[in-house]
């Protein structure tokens, strides 16, 4: 302070190990500064700021850490009018002895996520799902003890989840929300009592049943999945009871109706709709046989010609992801190794194994740019998954720590991303998606 008119600075050979952003500000009239042969292994941000007549830095003598605290010495360098004299990494070692100066702020992955707990609300679950219902976000959770569908409602105000309202069943396993024709409906499947549908009043402010999903083909409901397919609303319900049948069920502008009967007597446990080729698919997943694709087909409106997944038996469920035009599916096995498989043009083929002893969900989630797999357990940790494009194959990321985990849902609100993970024996936990630049 107090120099104002200092034009040349010289602190070399002074073993200094460190400097703050501070330390040289109101030199303004400074023209060269040497900081040669200290002990410096990195700079802090923004130190040079403010010294706009600077023509000369000398930083040699230095054994810089190459990393993302020096990212911005990097880009600042090769931006700077002034002249900075040959500098180089002394670590890590992949970047020994490499001359900063003509590194690139490209170099350096600086950018990482992570799930942080927000909240935990102190209930078992099943299912979670989201969906936006007259400009408000919300959730629904199923919680088969309790028999009861709960709604959160995002408070705008407030930052968080705030109870809306329920829908009290019996041993619900799903509550699956569908909006047609901007009226909101309620896909309540239940162990016992049978399955309902129920509409949202908005007037009355509550929800009614208006309709009961046949109980001789639906006895013991596993999932539930909606899909629409020539601008017409359908939904799926897997059946896991030897007696029950998997259904899909068609939107005929009153409500929902038997449409088709798929997979007699196999014990389904999850069904996923995708397209391949542009064409409608179903997998079904069973606890007797391997998974089975099914084909639409327009002449007949029929889901048809259904055709195995090899060498997998006792998959669970079957989730699906895209990465640019590829295909992958996640298959889930408690018993023996998940799979992640990749479409080949004619069939699903192998393509990364990820040991799962205890798993009931392995699912796939993208969050902006981030592709995750998320696989539970239901005796260690949940074990988080990033998928890395230059591999090509997931890798591992984070373990959280969940009890029965059964479901994982993303729910985007108020340019936030949360993660909610349901559990069948513990608290259903709500976790924050972060993005922490490690340069800044």
Not at 156 to 170: P, Q
Not at 206 to 235: C, G, H, S, V
Not at 245 to 267: A, P
Not at 397 to 406: S, T, V
Request: net charge neutral; with cysteine.
């Amino acid at each position: 302070m107090g120099l104002p008119h200092l034009e040349y600075l010289f602190i070399e050979n002074n073993n200094i190990k460190s400097l703050s952003n501070t330390s040289f500000r109101g030199l303004k009239s400074l023209i060269h500064l040497s900081l040669a042969n200290n002990n410096l292994q990195t700079l802090p941000k923004d130190i040079f700021k403010g010294l706009d007549s600077l023509t000369n830095v000398d930083l040699r003598g230095n054994a810089f850490k190459c990393d993302c605290k020096l990212k911005w010495l990097v880009a600042w360098v090769s931006r700077t009018n002034a002249t900075v004299e040959d500098i180089y990494c002394e670590s890590p070692p992949e970047y020994k002895k490499r001359k900063i100066n003509s590194l690139s702020p490209n170099e350096f992955d600086c950018i990482i996520t992570e799930f942080v707990v927000f909240r935990k609300l102190p209930y078992q679950s099943l299912s979670v799902d989201t969906f936006s219902f007259e400009n408000d976000e919300f959730v629904v959770i199923a919680q088969p003890f309790t028999g009861k569908c709960i709604f959160l409602q995002w408070d705008h105000v407030e930052g968080t989840f705030r109870n809306f309202d329920n829908i009290t069943g019996t041993s619900v396993v799903v509550c699956k929300p569908v909006i047609v024709e901007r009226n909101l409906y309620i896909i309540v499947a239940q162990l016992f009592g049978g399955s309902h549908i129920y509409k949202r009043d908005v007037n009355a402010n509550k929800f009614t049943k208006i309709q009961d999903i046949e109980i001789l083909k639906i006895r013991k409901p596993n999932d539930i999945e909606i899909f629409t397919m020539a601008k017409e609303w359908y939904f799926a319900i897997a059946d896991s009871s030897k007696a029950g049948i998997t259904t899909v069920y068609k939107w005929n502008g009153i409500g929902f109706y038997s449409d088709q009967s798929l997979h007699e007597w196999y014990r389904d446990t999850d069904v996923e709709y995708l397209e391949i080729a542009g064409k409608p698919h179903l997998i079904l997943s069973s606890s007797s046989q391997h998974p089975v694709i099914y084909q639409w087909n327009k002449g007949t409106n029929k889901f048809v010609d259904p055709v195995d997944i090899p060498d997998m038996e006792d998959v669970y469920a079957v989730k699906h992801f895209t990465v640019k035009d590829d295909i992958y599916v996640c298959l889930t096995r408690f018993i023996g190794d998940s799979k992640v498989m990749k479409w080949g043009g004619s069939k699903f083929l192998d393509l990364q194994r990820m040991p799962s002893r205890g798993s009931m969900v392995f699912q796939p989630l993208q969050i902006k740019n981030y592709q995750y797999a998320i696989l539970g357990s239901d005796y260690s940790f949940t074990q988080v998954y990033f998928w890395e494009a230059g591999k090509a194959k997931f890798v591992k990321f984070q373990e959280l720590n969940i009890q029965a985990p059964r479901s994982f849902t993303h729910v985007f609100v108020d340019k936030q991303d949360f993660l909610f993970a349901s559990s069948f024996k513990g608290n259903t936990v709500i976790y924050k998606h972060i993005i922490v630049d490690l340069s800044a």
